[in-house]
């Protein structure tokens, strides 16, 4: 149980955290955060900053409820009968279910306490100018980023979603305004993000304690996400992409993960706990055995074999299985199918699934679950020890290198420069010991996104909706009906697991609660098509 924050009537004023929320312990390398500290020495700064933080490992946010507008898509399904899920799937929420407010909340206390040290971080006359720059640079990541994942999931062009900046004359004294446009939202997130860029260091130069926090990279990053998805409305910010990618490269020093031993382990390894922080990573949920993201165990087969509670939600989809090419390495790193061989607390077992709905299930977030001996879940000292909160010490990724690759090649294809956009989209297949593509097509661009960052959250559904193919997210989805659930080797049949859907351009965005509308007296509109 935990206070529901109201940004609507609260305007973005100083809002506290319920005590019912779980602490920010274990691996947390900024120690435990309060709201409740001063802005003026080195060490509260760090400390303060470190709260804005903490919605990252809620449930409500990317342990679990913000994954499901991204289940909508046509690589899952939601798994087990779950009403608010469901509703969201089939694109017919009322904008009241938990997982969409959830979110919703505590998004909008992120960007609120970040607004907050925006204000006071400046004034801390005790602090070093190193600290109070970093700490001021971080405080603007956040809230580039929280507003970047409340713009892209309810905003539209027709009508943006509330925001205020405490540098506005009027702030605290109205109800935040709702932008005209998503794009002003973005156009708002893109210049918290530079000032972001400007303050923060590198993250090589954070030390082991303070990894997690927000650097350079981090902030280019979302400033690429960004003019990616605002490329939708205005096909001109394609050009600011490029350059920033290699500014990610060069500068940043990001790269993917190579020279293992084969392609295959070159990908697998990207998703281990001893690459948390590889060249890679770019921003992501840290996590551990008692705090971070329990996405890992969300995914996880239902009650685990007897072993450990998993909680089996968001299966693959045949059609993601069969979007692989046949000698991609990457499909058997994503997907477990029946009478794969993989490792579950010591033991090597060949998967089955008397849960799945669709025969598969996925595979990348499964490393923390093989340690230990004997198939004893006490022996495993990377997870937590509750189902009840299955917590890892794998970080959750929310942006890798790439992801970053992608976009690059993808603004060169949108700017018909397609002999450009190879060098980037080979990197990857390079790496998993595919052949290159010569001069790849917005179609060869598709595939290859799909197929390297499936099942993450990157969400394949806002892609479908920016490419406009609408098609693929209404078509039936299908998988693998097994005869004998409980045995790895037994044969199936194909079925369709989820009917077709009914999407429109009207539901590019999704609907706000109506509750917010209702207490904002008519300063808000719902979301267009909504």
């Known amino acids: 149980m935990k206070n529901k924050l109201n940004y609507i009537l609260a305007a973005l004023l100083l809002l506290s955290v319920s005590a019912c929320k779980k602490s920010w312990v274990d691996n947390k390398p900024f120690g435990t955060p309060s709201t409740a500290f001063f802005w003026r020495t080195d060490a509260e700064l760090t400390k303060g900053v470190a709260a804005l933080y903490v919605p990252m490992r809620y449930e409500s946010t990317w342990g679990r409820d913000l994954f499901w507008v991204q289940n909508a898509s046509d690589d899952l399904i939601v798994g087990r009968t779950k009403a608010d899920g469901e509703n969201i799937k089939n694109f017919i929420p009322s904008g009241r279910e938990g997982y969409l407010t959830g979110g919703w909340n505590d998004l909008y206390w992120m960007l609120s306490k970040a607004n907050d040290a925006i204000k006071e971080i400046p004034n801390a006359s005790k602090a070093s100018e190193a600290i109070r720059n970093r700490s001021l640079g ?136 001893a690459n948390n922080w590889s060249s890679e990573y770019i921003w992501s949920v840290t996590s551990g055995v008692e ?77 923390p679950f093989g340690y230990g001996s004997n198939g004893n879940a006490s022996t495993n000292d990377k997870i937590n020890p509750s189902g009840d909160y299955p917590t890892t010490m794998l970080n959750l990724s929310l942006m890798r290198y790439a992801e970053i690759l992608l976009f690059k090649a993808e603004a060169l294809i949108e700017q018909g420069k ?16 595919l052949p290159s593509i010569s001069s790849p097509t917005m179609d060869d661009l598709k595939h290859e996104r799909r197929v390297e960052l499936a099942c993450e959250w990157t969400d394949r559904l806002q892609d479908l909706k920016r490419w406009g193919d609408f098609a693929k997210i209404n078509a039936p989805l299908h998988g693998r009906d097994h005869t004998d659930k ?35 007296n008519g300063a808000y509109k719902q979301t267009p098509g909504w």
């Open 291 to 367: 705090g971070g993201s329990e996405f890992p165990g969300v995914s996880l087969e239902n009650k685990g074999w007897g072993i450990f509670n998993g909680w089996g939600y968001f299966q693959p989809t045949l059609e993601l299985y069969n979007e692989y090419e046949a000698t991609d390495p990457r499909r058997e790193v994503t997907i477990l199918k029946f009478g794969d061989k993989f490792k579950f607390f010591g033991q090597e077992r060949s998967y089955y699934s008397t849960n799945s709905l669709s025969g598969f299930q996925i595979n990348k977030y499964m490393e």
């Open 138 to 273: 971080e405080a603007y990541f956040v809230r580039g980023f929280a507003h970047f994942w409340i713009a892209y999931i309810w905003g539209h062009k027709d009508q943006g979603v509330p925001f205020d900046a405490v540098e506005n004359p009027e702030y605290g004294k109205r109800i935040p305004p709702q932008l005209k446009s998503v794009t002003d939202n973005y156009a708002q997130i893109i210049s918290d993000l530079e000032k972001a860029a400007d303050l923060l260091p590198l993250f090589e130069s954070y030390g082991g304690s303070d990894r997690g926090r927000a650097h350079k990279a981090a902030a280019w990053g979302y400033m690429v996400k960004t003019y990616a998805y605002w490329a939708q409305y205005d096909k001109s910010k394609w050009q600011q992409v490029p350059a920033l990618c290699d500014k990610i490269k060069n500068e940043g020093h990001r790269a993917l993960i190579t020279g293992k031993t084969n392609g295959k382990e070159n990908y697998q390894s990207v998703f281990t706990i």
């Open 486 to 520: 409980t045995n790895p080797n037994s044969p199936f049949v194909v079925k369709e697991v989820w009917p077709a859907r009914t999407f429109t351009a009207k539901k590019l965005a999704w609907p706000m609660s109506p509750d917010e509308v209702t207490r904002s």
């Open 418 to 433: 397609n002999g450009e956009a190879a060098a980037p989209l080979n990197e990857l297949r390079t790496r998993v010991g």
